[in-house]
């Protein structure tokens, strides 16, 4: 055999240079063989030889020899260490060209001879578009769609390209979403479905392809697909299930293309995708909670969803998990709970629908991710509410979950919320008794803490705490404020030339507040407060000027 195949590339170097058609063919012939008996040693030989460079003048659009050329290359580069021989041979700006030809079997070699070329390379790939490769493979997709193996071809090179961000608006300035939608509704296959889902769901990350698929009526096919395997048990159908509702969540991401499926709430899909929070299947409850989520980024759509009484199916929902306990599920209809709470009409309706009261089922929970929605959605809820926050501020098992949580170092996320959390019960309730619970829970530490914060809204949110704390209840905190070194952290945050405006102004009240009591006013007089707070009298903002010219003449006055 290598015989041989040393023999043909020999008479494959000759014949090229007379290009007499007859001898190149029979030399194809033979390479194309020993290709097939030994792939590897063939292609090194073939290196070896210096035949590579050959092939790009025998790559000739209307030669017979071109179908087999392309299969020789594509077979060769399915060798790693011959993928960049081949770039180099010059073997990609040809075959590009090929891409435009008419015949079935050139365009099949074709494809699969860039395909191993480029494949596993970002950078190739990248060369392929720049070429203008995504227009001409979305074209044939268009003319040749009843041919099983182009098509194929064409689905896994998108599916490669897709992956690319530099691909994504080239194929947004195609029609690939109606033609991807057109092949869909065509499949009866499983694989088939799954290969059309593959190149989808890259493309469905760019927002303008979003609203190009719910244009093009992807989602009439994806609510389809559901309804045919939601009772399905093959393990095809749960998959395919799983996918469908996973690409509609998708398509919910662009702000377009949600507020066209959401119609004004009247839409036909906003109420499909409504009925599967009810469904019995796990993965159509988790979508159906996540599209509401999706659905609930804009107060009018939020306000619409309200009033029409969702409110209640993500509570059974969540209900029917306090014990099956599926985690992604808690956390989507919690995350559908905090959107839905943002808007002031809702807080007050979801408040008397019981949101809070089920929200809390969950404080056991030890799903960081649960804990975040939770303590997110009840920050949103108490919001403005005066009376709720009373309700969940005097809440001994709440305000200790959230002095646990405040302590929750390896979850930064779940931290931050609990004390954003704590702070909000304090500033929306203004009352003694829940001061009163966040002083026993051990709570006060956590927000001196918080005042130090590298997050301008978090120092402020603590500092107003602090501030009602030592206005309703100074006896009662003093010694968790000399314990956490309240004055010290003043004292910085009062000489920081960073500290916004805010937090300076609230950082003075606070020390006014605190000269009450006889340890914390020992530590403001050794800290000569005075110095800082005077230069503070000529701050550009009034507020803060006059904050510190009335602290200053508290300061004289009690020193």
């Not at 494959?12 to 030994?38: G, I, M, P, R, Y």
């Not at 509702?245 to 919910?252: A, E, P, T």
């Not at 969540?318 to 985690?327: K, P, S």
């Not at 206005?471 to 404020?481: I, P, R, Y």
């Amino acid at each position: 055999m290598a015989d041989n195949l040393s023999d043909a590339l020999k008479k494959l170097k000759l014949a090229s240079a007379d290009s007499t058609t007859d001898s190149v063919e029979s030399c194809l012939d033979c390479l194309l063989k020993a290709l097939a008996h030994n792939n590897a040693d063939a292609s090194e030989k073939i290196q070896e030889m210096g035949v590579l460079p050959l092939l790009p003048t025998l790559l000739a659009p209307q030669s017979s020899c071109t179908p087999k050329v392309a299969n020789i290359i594509a077979e060769v580069a399915k060798n790693e260490f011959m993928r960049s021989p081949c770039v180099e041979a010059g073997l990609i700006p040809p075959l590009v060209q090929l891409l435009h030809s008419k015949d079935h079997e050139v365009l099949l070699q074709t494809g699969r001879a860039l395909g191993n070329i480029c494949y596993d390379s970002h950078s190739l790939q990248a060369q392929l578009i720049n070429m203008g490769v995504i227009p001409t493979l979305v074209k044939l997709l268009g003319l040749h769609s009843d041919n099983t193996a182009l098509t194929e071809m064409c689905l896994i090179a998108f599916g490669n390209l897709a992956e690319l961000e530099s691909s994504k608006e080239q194929f947004a300035s195609t029609n690939i979403a109606e033609e991807l939608v057109r092949l869909f509704q065509r499949q009866a296959e499983h694989e088939k479905k799954e290969m059309i889902f593959e190149v989808l769901a890259p493309l469905a990350e760019n927002d303008v392809i979003k609203l190009q698929l719910v244009e093009a009526g992807l989602v009439e096919c994806l609510l389809d697909v559901v309804v045919h395997t939601v009772d399905g048990v093959r393990e095809e159908d749960v998959a395919q299930l799983k996918t469908a509702s996973d690409l509609m969540v998708l398509l919910l991401l662009g702000d377009e293309s949600m507020q066209k499926l959401f119609e004004g709430g009247k839409g036909s899909v906003f109420q499909r995708v409504l009925s599967w929070v009810p469904s019995h299947n796990h993965q159509l409850q988790l979508a159906g909670a996540l599209a509401i989520a999706n659905f609930a980024r804009n107060d009018g759509n939020c306000i619409h969803m309200v009033e029409s009484g969702i409110v209640q199916k993500l509570l059974e929902l969540l209900d029917r998990h306090v014990d099956e306990g599926n985690v992604t599920v808690q956390h989507a209809a919690l995350s559908a709970l905090r959107n839905l709470a943002i808007p002031v009409v809702n807080k007050a309706k979801m408040l008397s629908a019981g949101v809070s009261d089920t929200v809390l089922k969950f404080l056991p929970s030890e799903m960081p991710p649960v804990q975040f929605k939770l303590l997110g959605t009840l920050r949103m809820l108490i919001d403005t509410q005066a009376d709720a926050a009373d309700q969940l501020g005097t809440n001994g098992k709440l305000v200790e979950r959230l002095v646990e949580w405040c302590e929750a170092k390896d979850h930064a996320g779940v931290m931050g919320e609990s004390n954003r959390l704590l702070s909000a019960l304090i500033r929306h309730s203004k009352s003694k008794d829940v001061v009163k619970t966040v002083i026993q829970g051990a709570g006060v530490k956590h927000l001196v803490v918080m005042a130090t914060s590298e997050h301008m809204i978090m120092q402020n949110e603590a500092l107003v705490a602090l501030g009602l704390i030592a206005g309703l209840d100074l006896v009662g905190a003093e010694k968790d404020f000399v314990g956490a070194g309240l004055v010290q952290v003043l004292h910085k945050l009062l000489s920081d030339e960073m500290s916004a405006p805010e937090v300076k102004y609230n950082s003075m009240v606070i020390i006014c507040a605190v000269m009450g009591s006889e340890p914390l006013h020992k530590e403001v007089q050794g800290l000569a407060f005075i110095d800082v707070v005077s230069k503070l009298r000529s701050h550009e903002n009034k507020t803060v000027s006059h904050q510190a010219s009335l602290t200053e003449q508290r300061l004289t006055a009690q020193s």
